[in-house]
Protein backbone atom coordinates (compact mmCIF):
# COMPACT_ATOMS: atom_id res chain seq x y z
CA UNK A 1 0.00 0.00 0.00
CA UNK A 2 3.09 2.32 -0.47
CA UNK A 3 0.61 4.11 -3.29
CA UNK A 4 -0.77 6.37 -0.29
CA UNK A 5 2.93 7.16 0.62
CA UNK A 6 2.92 4.94 3.67
CA UNK A 7 6.45 4.00 5.10
CA UNK A 8 8.56 2.74 8.29
CA UNK A 9 6.85 1.90 11.19
CA UNK A 10 4.02 3.80 11.07
CA UNK A 11 2.37 2.22 8.32
CA UNK A 12 0.63 -0.57 9.78
CA UNK A 13 -2.82 -0.70 8.96
CA UNK A 14 -4.04 -3.37 10.67
CA UNK A 15 -5.78 -2.54 14.02
CA UNK A 16 -5.57 -5.62 16.91
CA UNK A 17 -8.23 -5.99 19.54
CA UNK A 18 -10.84 -4.35 16.50
CA UNK A 19 -14.51 -5.45 18.12
CA UNK A 20 -16.86 -6.09 15.10
CA UNK A 21 -19.85 -3.55 14.59
CA UNK A 22 -22.14 -5.75 14.41
CA UNK A 23 -23.57 -8.68 11.44
CA UNK A 24 -22.19 -7.45 8.67
CA UNK A 25 -19.46 -4.78 9.21
CA UNK A 26 -16.82 -4.55 10.25
CA UNK A 27 -16.58 -1.91 12.89
CA UNK A 28 -14.05 1.12 11.95
CA UNK A 29 -11.96 3.45 13.86
CA UNK A 30 -12.35 7.09 13.37
CA UNK A 31 -10.76 10.59 14.34
CA UNK A 32 -13.21 12.94 14.91
CA UNK A 33 -11.16 16.55 15.39
CA UNK A 34 -12.92 19.14 17.38
CA UNK A 35 -14.97 16.53 18.44
CA UNK A 36 -15.93 17.64 22.08
CA UNK A 37 -17.47 20.66 20.34
CA UNK A 38 -20.98 21.44 19.11
CA UNK A 39 -21.27 19.30 16.19
CA UNK A 40 -18.79 17.04 16.76
CA UNK A 41 -19.89 15.96 19.76
CA UNK A 42 -23.47 14.76 17.70
CA UNK A 43 -21.70 13.02 15.10
CA UNK A 44 -19.83 11.27 17.90
CA UNK A 45 -22.57 10.14 19.13
CA UNK A 46 -24.00 8.58 15.93
CA UNK A 47 -20.70 6.69 15.05
CA UNK A 48 -20.46 5.19 18.74
CA UNK A 49 -24.46 4.38 18.44
CA UNK A 50 -23.76 2.65 15.29
CA UNK A 51 -20.75 0.35 16.51
CA UNK A 52 -17.37 1.83 15.77
CA UNK A 53 -14.69 2.83 17.75
CA UNK A 54 -13.84 6.89 18.05
CA UNK A 55 -11.42 8.78 19.01
CA UNK A 56 -11.92 12.53 19.18
CA UNK A 57 -8.88 14.96 19.46
CA UNK A 58 -9.64 18.33 20.93
CA UNK A 59 -7.89 21.44 22.59
CA UNK A 60 -11.02 22.55 24.44
CA UNK A 61 -10.76 25.81 22.57
CA UNK A 62 -14.35 26.52 22.13
CA UNK A 63 -15.14 22.41 22.88
CA UNK A 64 -16.00 20.85 26.58
CA UNK A 65 -15.95 17.62 28.20
CA UNK A 66 -19.73 17.99 29.43
CA UNK A 67 -20.30 16.84 25.89
CA UNK A 68 -18.95 13.83 25.74
CA UNK A 69 -18.75 12.69 29.17
CA UNK A 70 -21.80 10.14 28.64
CA UNK A 71 -19.21 8.67 26.61
CA UNK A 72 -16.22 8.18 29.02
CA UNK A 73 -16.91 4.69 30.60
CA UNK A 74 -17.17 3.19 26.50
CA UNK A 75 -14.31 0.99 25.48
CA UNK A 76 -14.95 2.19 21.87
CA UNK A 77 -14.44 5.79 22.70
CA UNK A 78 -11.13 8.41 23.37
CA UNK A 79 -10.62 11.44 24.08
CA UNK A 80 -7.36 13.19 23.59
CA UNK A 81 -6.37 16.53 24.49
CA UNK A 82 -4.27 17.91 21.27
CA UNK A 83 -3.99 20.51 19.31
CA UNK A 84 -3.97 19.82 15.69
CA UNK A 85 -1.78 22.49 14.74
CA UNK A 86 0.98 20.27 15.94
CA UNK A 87 1.54 16.44 14.77
CA UNK A 88 0.01 13.39 16.21
CA UNK A 89 0.39 9.62 14.98
CA UNK A 90 -2.58 7.00 15.09
CA UNK A 91 -3.57 4.55 13.25
CA UNK A 92 -7.38 5.07 11.70
CA UNK A 93 -9.81 4.31 8.91
CA UNK A 94 -12.07 7.88 8.72
CA UNK A 95 -10.92 11.65 9.73
CA UNK A 96 -13.95 13.55 10.12
CA UNK A 97 -11.97 17.15 10.26
CA UNK A 98 -13.77 19.73 12.39
CA UNK A 99 -11.29 21.09 14.43
CA UNK A 100 -11.68 25.02 13.81
CA UNK A 101 -12.04 28.49 15.71
CA UNK A 102 -15.76 28.56 14.26
CA UNK A 103 -17.29 31.92 15.36
CA UNK A 104 -16.51 35.21 14.58
CA UNK A 105 -15.78 35.22 18.77
CA UNK A 106 -13.25 32.85 18.35
CA UNK A 107 -11.62 32.09 15.04
CA UNK A 108 -9.45 35.26 15.04
CA UNK A 109 -5.32 34.66 14.58
CA UNK A 110 -5.84 30.53 14.50
CA UNK A 111 -3.66 29.03 11.93
CA UNK A 112 -5.96 25.44 12.97
CA UNK A 113 -7.33 25.84 9.49
CA UNK A 114 -4.32 25.46 7.50
CA UNK A 115 -1.86 23.74 9.61
CA UNK A 116 -4.68 21.43 11.59
CA UNK A 117 -5.82 20.92 8.08
CA UNK A 118 -2.73 20.19 6.28
CA UNK A 119 -1.44 17.75 9.77
CA UNK A 120 -4.78 15.60 9.61
CA UNK A 121 -4.37 15.59 5.33
CA UNK A 122 -0.65 14.14 6.24
CA UNK A 123 -2.03 11.51 8.77
CA UNK A 124 -5.00 10.61 6.76
CA UNK A 125 -2.06 10.12 3.41
CA UNK A 126 0.57 8.05 5.96
CA UNK A 127 -2.45 5.32 7.10
CA UNK A 128 -4.85 5.49 3.99
CA UNK A 129 -7.55 6.73 5.62
CA UNK A 130 -10.21 8.90 4.46
CA UNK A 131 -10.68 12.59 5.12
CA UNK A 132 -13.94 14.76 5.29
CA UNK A 133 -13.54 18.58 5.79
CA UNK A 134 -16.26 20.30 7.50
CA UNK A 135 -16.02 23.72 5.14
CA UNK A 136 -18.45 26.57 5.68
CA UNK A 137 -21.37 28.09 3.18
CA UNK A 138 -18.38 31.52 4.36
CA UNK A 139 -16.06 30.04 1.08
CA UNK A 140 -19.13 31.53 -0.75
CA UNK A 141 -18.50 35.04 1.23
CA UNK A 142 -21.05 37.78 0.80
CA UNK A 143 -22.69 36.13 -2.36
CA UNK A 144 -22.97 37.13 -5.59
CA UNK A 145 -25.40 34.70 -6.83
CA UNK A 146 -28.88 33.18 -4.77
CA UNK A 147 -29.08 30.56 -3.96
CA UNK A 148 -25.86 29.47 -4.09
CA UNK A 149 -25.02 26.24 -5.64
CA UNK A 150 -21.05 24.39 -5.11
CA UNK A 151 -20.40 25.75 -9.07
CA UNK A 152 -20.56 29.44 -7.48
CA UNK A 153 -16.79 30.62 -6.65
CA UNK A 154 -17.78 32.94 -3.71
CA UNK A 155 -16.88 36.25 -3.33
CA UNK A 156 -14.83 37.13 -0.45
CA UNK A 157 -12.98 39.92 1.09
CA UNK A 158 -9.62 38.74 1.27
CA UNK A 159 -8.23 41.33 4.37
CA UNK A 160 -11.39 41.94 6.63
CA UNK A 161 -12.19 40.92 9.63
CA UNK A 162 -13.46 37.47 8.57
CA UNK A 163 -10.89 36.83 6.25
CA UNK A 164 -8.80 34.10 8.16
CA UNK A 165 -12.07 32.04 8.80
CA UNK A 166 -13.48 32.55 5.17
CA UNK A 167 -9.89 32.14 3.34
CA UNK A 168 -8.89 29.72 6.18
CA UNK A 169 -11.35 27.41 4.99
CA UNK A 170 -11.00 28.39 1.22
CA UNK A 171 -7.31 27.50 1.72
CA UNK A 172 -8.21 24.17 3.56
CA UNK A 173 -10.42 23.09 0.55
CA UNK A 174 -7.49 23.76 -1.50
CA UNK A 175 -5.16 21.47 0.76
CA UNK A 176 -7.87 18.54 0.44
CA UNK A 177 -7.95 18.58 -3.32
CA UNK A 178 -4.24 18.97 -3.40
CA UNK A 179 -3.51 15.86 -1.43
CA UNK A 180 -6.84 14.26 -2.84
CA UNK A 181 -5.25 14.67 -6.67
CA UNK A 182 -1.26 14.36 -5.67
CA UNK A 183 -1.72 11.97 -3.25
CA UNK A 184 -4.65 9.98 -3.90
CA UNK A 185 -6.31 10.54 -0.19
CA UNK A 186 -9.78 9.67 -0.59
CA UNK A 187 -11.63 13.23 0.44
CA UNK A 188 -14.96 14.32 0.93
CA UNK A 189 -15.85 17.98 1.37
CA UNK A 190 -18.67 19.74 3.11
CA UNK A 191 -19.91 23.14 3.42
CA UNK A 192 -22.18 23.31 6.00
CA UNK A 193 -24.26 26.21 6.17
CA UNK A 194 -26.03 27.99 9.74
CA UNK A 195 -26.74 24.91 12.10
CA UNK A 196 -28.85 25.33 15.46
CA UNK A 197 -29.13 22.72 18.13
CA UNK A 198 -28.62 21.14 21.73
CA UNK A 199 -24.91 21.62 23.41
CA UNK A 200 -24.64 24.74 20.65
CA UNK A 201 -21.75 27.50 22.38
CA UNK A 202 -23.72 29.80 24.66
CA UNK A 203 -21.10 32.96 24.60
CA UNK A 204 -19.46 32.39 20.85
CA UNK A 205 -22.13 35.42 19.25
CA UNK A 206 -23.76 33.34 16.64
CA UNK A 207 -27.56 34.58 16.16
CA UNK A 208 -29.55 31.51 17.73
CA UNK A 209 -27.31 30.83 20.21
CA UNK A 210 -27.55 34.66 21.57
CA UNK A 211 -31.41 34.69 20.93
CA UNK A 212 -32.29 32.04 22.61
CA UNK A 213 -29.70 32.12 25.33
CA UNK A 214 -31.07 36.01 25.65
CA UNK A 215 -34.86 35.55 25.70
CA UNK A 216 -34.25 32.79 28.40
CA UNK A 217 -32.40 35.35 30.95
CA UNK A 218 -35.25 38.20 30.02
CA UNK A 219 -32.68 40.01 27.98
CA UNK A 220 -34.06 41.69 24.52
CA UNK A 221 -32.55 40.18 21.35
CA UNK A 222 -30.02 41.53 19.89
CA UNK A 223 -30.72 41.93 16.20
CA UNK A 224 -27.64 43.68 13.89
CA UNK A 225 -28.19 46.17 11.69
CA UNK A 226 -31.41 46.36 10.31
CA UNK A 227 -32.04 42.69 10.63
CA UNK A 228 -33.33 42.25 6.86
CA UNK A 229 -30.21 40.11 6.36
CA UNK A 230 -31.13 36.39 5.46
CA UNK A 231 -29.88 32.95 6.48
CA UNK A 232 -31.16 29.44 6.47
CA UNK A 233 -30.62 27.19 10.06
CA UNK A 234 -30.28 23.43 10.00
CA UNK A 235 -30.73 21.44 12.75
CA UNK A 236 -27.74 19.61 13.73
CA UNK A 237 -29.44 15.87 13.28
CA UNK A 238 -30.04 16.59 9.98
CA UNK A 239 -26.43 17.75 9.54
CA UNK A 240 -24.77 15.07 11.07
CA UNK A 241 -26.78 12.85 8.71
CA UNK A 242 -25.38 14.39 5.74
CA UNK A 243 -22.07 14.34 7.01
CA UNK A 244 -22.13 10.33 7.44
CA UNK A 245 -24.08 10.13 4.21
CA UNK A 246 -21.06 12.34 2.12
CA UNK A 247 -17.76 10.15 4.16
CA UNK A 248 -19.68 6.81 3.18
CA UNK A 249 -20.59 7.41 -0.51
CA UNK A 250 -18.63 7.81 -3.34
CA UNK A 251 -18.84 11.58 -4.28
CA UNK A 252 -15.48 13.95 -3.08
CA UNK A 253 -17.77 17.02 -3.15
CA UNK A 254 -17.90 19.94 -2.24
CA UNK A 255 -21.31 19.42 -1.58
CA UNK A 256 -23.88 22.27 0.37
CA UNK A 257 -25.30 20.84 3.80
CA UNK A 258 -27.96 22.91 5.05
CA UNK A 259 -31.38 23.64 5.12
CA UNK A 260 -33.09 25.96 1.96
CA UNK A 261 -35.58 27.35 4.40
CA UNK A 262 -34.62 31.13 4.54
CA UNK A 263 -35.13 33.92 7.63
CA UNK A 264 -34.17 37.42 8.18
CA UNK A 265 -32.71 38.40 11.28
CA UNK A 266 -36.41 39.82 12.16
CA UNK A 267 -38.38 36.54 11.46
CA UNK A 268 -35.49 34.49 13.82
CA UNK A 269 -36.56 36.83 16.24
CA UNK A 270 -40.03 35.65 15.69
CA UNK A 271 -40.22 32.37 15.55
CA UNK A 272 -37.67 32.34 19.12
CA UNK A 273 -40.46 34.85 20.80
CA UNK A 274 -43.02 32.46 19.61
CA UNK A 275 -40.89 29.56 21.14
CA UNK A 276 -39.57 30.63 24.51
CA UNK A 277 -41.60 33.58 25.13
CA UNK A 278 -44.20 35.55 23.98
CA UNK A 279 -43.17 39.05 25.88
CA UNK A 280 -39.76 38.75 24.41
CA UNK A 281 -38.57 42.10 23.07
CA UNK A 282 -35.77 42.91 20.39
CA UNK A 283 -32.95 45.59 20.33
CA UNK A 284 -31.02 46.89 17.08
CA UNK A 285 -27.39 47.00 17.17
CA UNK A 286 -24.78 47.92 14.67
CA UNK A 287 -23.53 45.31 12.41
CA UNK A 288 -20.59 43.73 12.36
CA UNK A 289 -17.92 43.98 9.36
CA UNK A 290 -18.47 42.39 5.91
CA UNK A 291 -21.53 40.80 7.01
CA UNK A 292 -23.12 38.72 3.78
CA UNK A 293 -26.45 39.92 3.23
CA UNK A 294 -28.07 36.76 2.24
CA UNK A 295 -27.71 33.05 2.20
CA UNK A 296 -29.38 30.31 1.18
CA UNK A 297 -27.95 26.82 0.22
CA UNK A 298 -29.35 25.16 -3.33
CA UNK A 299 -29.01 21.68 -2.50
CA UNK A 300 -30.00 19.76 -4.91
CA UNK A 301 -26.51 18.01 -5.63
CA UNK A 302 -26.64 16.63 -2.44
CA UNK A 303 -30.24 15.82 -2.48
CA UNK A 304 -29.13 13.85 -5.82
CA UNK A 305 -25.94 12.44 -5.26
CA UNK A 306 -25.80 11.90 -1.85
CA UNK A 307 -29.99 11.04 -1.22
CA UNK A 308 -29.53 13.59 1.62
CA UNK A 309 -32.10 16.48 2.79
CA UNK A 310 -32.99 18.20 6.01
CA UNK A 311 -35.95 16.55 7.75
CA UNK A 312 -36.63 18.98 10.65
CA UNK A 313 -37.59 23.02 9.93
CA UNK A 314 -36.77 25.63 11.91
CA UNK A 315 -39.90 25.40 14.02
CA UNK A 316 -39.78 21.90 14.73
CA UNK A 317 -35.80 22.66 15.60
CA UNK A 318 -35.59 25.42 17.77
CA UNK A 319 -37.99 23.65 21.02
CA UNK A 320 -35.30 21.21 20.32
CA UNK A 321 -32.34 23.36 22.07
CA UNK A 322 -34.49 25.41 24.74
CA UNK A 323 -34.37 22.71 27.17
CA UNK A 324 -30.01 22.22 27.12
CA UNK A 325 -30.10 26.02 26.72
CA UNK A 326 -32.61 26.50 30.11
CA UNK A 327 -30.65 23.81 32.09
CA UNK A 328 -27.22 25.94 31.30
CA UNK A 329 -28.13 29.07 32.04
CA UNK A 330 -29.82 28.08 35.51
CA UNK A 331 -26.43 25.66 36.45
CA UNK A 332 -24.39 29.05 35.35
CA UNK A 333 -22.75 26.96 33.01
CA UNK A 334 -21.56 29.67 30.58
CA UNK A 335 -20.18 26.89 27.84
CA UNK A 336 -16.67 28.05 28.43
CA UNK A 337 -14.00 24.99 28.73
CA UNK A 338 -13.04 22.97 31.36
P1 LIG B 1 -17.42 24.29 17.88
O1 LIG B 1 -16.64 25.51 18.23
O2 LIG B 1 -18.50 23.86 18.80
O3 LIG B 1 -16.45 23.05 17.65
C1 LIG B 1 -15.13 23.17 17.18
C2 LIG B 1 -14.27 22.27 18.03
O4 LIG B 1 -12.92 22.32 17.55
C3 LIG B 1 -14.22 22.67 19.50
O5 LIG B 1 -14.47 21.54 20.30
C4 LIG B 1 -12.82 23.22 19.68
O6 LIG B 1 -12.35 23.07 21.02
C5 LIG B 1 -12.06 22.40 18.68
N1 LIG B 1 -10.81 23.02 18.22
C6 LIG B 1 -10.63 24.29 17.77
N2 LIG B 1 -9.34 24.50 17.44
C7 LIG B 1 -8.70 23.32 17.67
C8 LIG B 1 -7.35 22.90 17.52
N3 LIG B 1 -6.42 23.72 17.04
N4 LIG B 1 -7.03 21.62 17.86
C9 LIG B 1 -7.98 20.76 18.34
N5 LIG B 1 -9.27 21.12 18.50
C10 LIG B 1 -9.63 22.38 18.17
O7 LIG B 1 -18.00 24.55 16.40
P2 LIG B 1 -19.03 23.69 15.55
O8 LIG B 1 -20.17 24.57 15.27
O9 LIG B 1 -19.26 22.38 16.16
O10 LIG B 1 -18.22 23.54 14.19
C11 LIG B 1 -17.64 22.32 13.79
C12 LIG B 1 -17.13 22.47 12.35
O11 LIG B 1 -18.20 22.76 11.47
C13 LIG B 1 -16.11 23.59 12.19
O12 LIG B 1 -15.09 23.18 11.30
C14 LIG B 1 -16.92 24.70 11.55
O13 LIG B 1 -16.12 25.55 10.76
C15 LIG B 1 -17.90 23.91 10.72
N6 LIG B 1 -19.11 24.70 10.46
C16 LIG B 1 -20.04 24.87 11.46
C17 LIG B 1 -21.17 25.65 11.19
C18 LIG B 1 -22.23 25.88 12.24
O14 LIG B 1 -23.18 26.59 11.97
N7 LIG B 1 -22.14 25.28 13.41
C19 LIG B 1 -21.33 26.26 9.94
C20 LIG B 1 -20.34 26.07 8.97
C21 LIG B 1 -19.24 25.28 9.23
N1 LIG C 1 1.47 14.31 9.87
C1 LIG C 1 0.85 13.97 11.05
N2 LIG C 1 0.57 12.66 11.31
C2 LIG C 1 0.88 11.67 10.44
C3 LIG C 1 1.51 12.00 9.21
C4 LIG C 1 1.78 13.34 8.97
O1 LIG C 1 0.53 14.82 11.88
O2 LIG C 1 0.59 10.51 10.73
C5 LIG C 1 1.78 15.71 9.60
C6 LIG C 1 3.26 15.91 9.30
O3 LIG C 1 3.94 16.17 10.50
C7 LIG C 1 3.25 17.10 8.35
C8 LIG C 1 1.87 17.11 7.74
O4 LIG C 1 1.11 16.11 8.42
O5 LIG C 1 3.42 18.30 9.08
C9 LIG C 1 1.87 16.81 6.27
O6 LIG C 1 2.42 15.54 6.09
P1 LIG C 1 3.00 15.05 4.69
O7 LIG C 1 3.57 13.70 4.87
O8 LIG C 1 1.97 15.21 3.63
O9 LIG C 1 4.09 16.15 4.37
P2 LIG C 1 5.63 16.15 4.60
O10 LIG C 1 5.87 15.74 6.02
O11 LIG C 1 6.14 15.19 3.60
O12 LIG C 1 5.99 17.58 4.33
N1 LIG D 1 -26.70 38.51 14.31
C1 LIG D 1 -27.67 39.25 14.96
N2 LIG D 1 -27.67 39.26 16.34
C2 LIG D 1 -26.78 38.55 17.08
C3 LIG D 1 -25.80 37.77 16.40
C4 LIG D 1 -25.80 37.79 15.02
O1 LIG D 1 -28.51 39.90 14.33
O2 LIG D 1 -26.85 38.60 18.32
C5 LIG D 1 -26.72 38.47 12.83
C6 LIG D 1 -25.36 38.65 12.16
O3 LIG D 1 -25.11 40.03 11.93
C7 LIG D 1 -25.56 37.89 10.86
C8 LIG D 1 -26.54 36.78 11.22
O4 LIG D 1 -27.12 37.16 12.46
O5 LIG D 1 -26.17 38.73 9.89
C9 LIG D 1 -25.89 35.43 11.39
O6 LIG D 1 -24.78 35.56 12.25
P1 LIG D 1 -23.96 34.32 12.81
O7 LIG D 1 -22.73 34.86 13.44
O8 LIG D 1 -24.86 33.46 13.60
O9 LIG D 1 -23.60 33.47 11.50
P2 LIG D 1 -22.82 33.86 10.15
O10 LIG D 1 -22.72 35.34 10.03
O11 LIG D 1 -21.51 33.21 10.30
O12 LIG D 1 -23.69 33.30 9.11
Redesign the pocket.
Known amino acids: DSSSGSSGFFSKRTFPGRVPAGIGRKSLRIVVTGGAGFVGSHLVDKLISRGDEVIVIDNFFTGRKENLVHLFRNPRFELIRHDVVEPILLEVDQIYHLACPA ?2 VHYKYNPTNVMGTLNMLGLAKRVGARFLLTST ?2 VYGDPLEHPQKETYWGNVNPIGERSCYDEGKRTAETLTMDYHRGADVEVRIARIF ?1 TYGPRMCLDD ?4 S ?2 VAQVIRKQP ?5 D ?1 K ?1 T ?1 SFQYVSDLVDGLVALMEGEHVGPFNLGNPGEFT ?1 LELAEVVKETIDSSATIEF ?1 P ?2 AD ?2 HK ?1 KPDISKAKELLNWEPRISLREGLPLMVNDFRNRILNGDEGKGL
Open positions: SPSENGRVVNFMTVYGGQRMKNTDPR
